[in-house]
């Protein structure tokens, strides 16, 4: 919005003038709507299905054997917002035939006027700070609905949203068809990883000859682990120092530090802080074969750890090479180990002393 009036944004279709309406989010949509009697038989959509506006996984299920939690029965044009932990952005827009039912962990958002408008509107930064302001909770900060319904925005007509969301889908799309590219490759390297470190492909030395054969060693020969931040509430994130969160740890084997989050440490806190060279680890999942995915830390950069991952620092990086252990840690073999150790129910976790006697 620009300094001379906040209600006219800085860059716009010069079709259209006039201040956008303050409004708030349940002036643009109907939020989580009386569903009728849910189907026998749907497909399930828990927080882990998506992933940054992907649909990531589908699960069918019985009613009979669904969890408490599976009560939004969706329609096409509905729009799912991660209440849990909502910093994470993992949205949807719900746009596929048959029976689907969304968990009570996302708010079900049925716009008034243009479903692509409310999409992008609540995966802005600025709509995200303000979710953020008035979540509660430590461990899985989250918002419910009630507050969500009163966040303030800004919103233009009918018209204008409607070419706003025409434009940023066009982008999405084109964003879409190069992350099916992507994963083309990666399926491509996953094959090429499996045999590298089952050593059916071996490389050799600049002179011809072999290199030495490989040691096996306990991970606590390697390295010792360290706990994310402790002691925190929703309050103290959104500004302040950078933390790598969860969703960093989880998406990609090196954190991108361009997505940190912000958290609030005094100076006489005592925090664990990352160095370069440090690998992460998720503790817990919904799915055992989501537990202890990694990513490894390629920067310098001052950063603190989300509390839903542990650390691990190799004692020595001249013996423990952090980009082999990028690889090695996501690879087929060393996940299935992992795999072993998920305990739980509803929800599973690794010890880290289990964790740590692996090979």
Known sequence: MTQQNKNVPDLRFPEFCGDW??????????????????P??????????????VLTKKSKIRLKDAPSRA?????????????VRPYQKNNLTFNLDGDFVAST??????????????????NTDKFTRKVILRCTGTSYPAINSSDLSTISIQSPEKPEQQKIADFLSAVDERVDGL????????????GVMQKIFSQEIRFTQPD????PDWKEKKLFELGDTYNGLTGKSGDDFGNGAKFITYKQVFDKSVIDI?????????????????????????TSSEVAHEVGLSSVLLSNEKLYLNSFCFGFRPKSLN?????????????????????????????????????????
């Open 21 to 38: 309406g303050d409004k708030v989010v349940k002036q643009l949509a109907q939020i989580n709507p009386s569903n009728s009697k849910l």
């Open 40 to 53: 026998n038989e749907f497909t399930y959509i828990d927080l882990d299905s998506v992933n940054s506006g």
């Open 71 to 83: 009560q939004r029965l969706l329609q096409k044009g509905d729009v799912l917002y991660q209440m």
């Open 105 to 122: 962990g996302f708010a079900q958002l049925r716009a008034k006027d243009s479903t692509g408008f409310l999409y992008q509107l609540i």
């Open 179 to 190: 992350r099916r590219k992507k994963e083309l490759l990666e399926q491509y390297k996953k």
């Open 208 to 211: 011809g000859t072999t290199y």
């Open 258 to 282: 361009s997505k940190c989050a912000l958290v609030s440490v005094s100076s006489n806190e005592k925090q664990n802080i990352a160095t370069y060279g440090d690998f992460f680890f998720t």
């Open 319 to 359: 013996t423990f090479n952090p980009q082999f252990g990028q690889y090695l840690f996501r690879s087929k073999e060393f996940r299935k180990n992992v795999t072993k150790l998920a305990q739980g129910s509803t929800r599973y976790n690794i010890s880290k002393a289990g964790f740590m006697k692996l090979a």
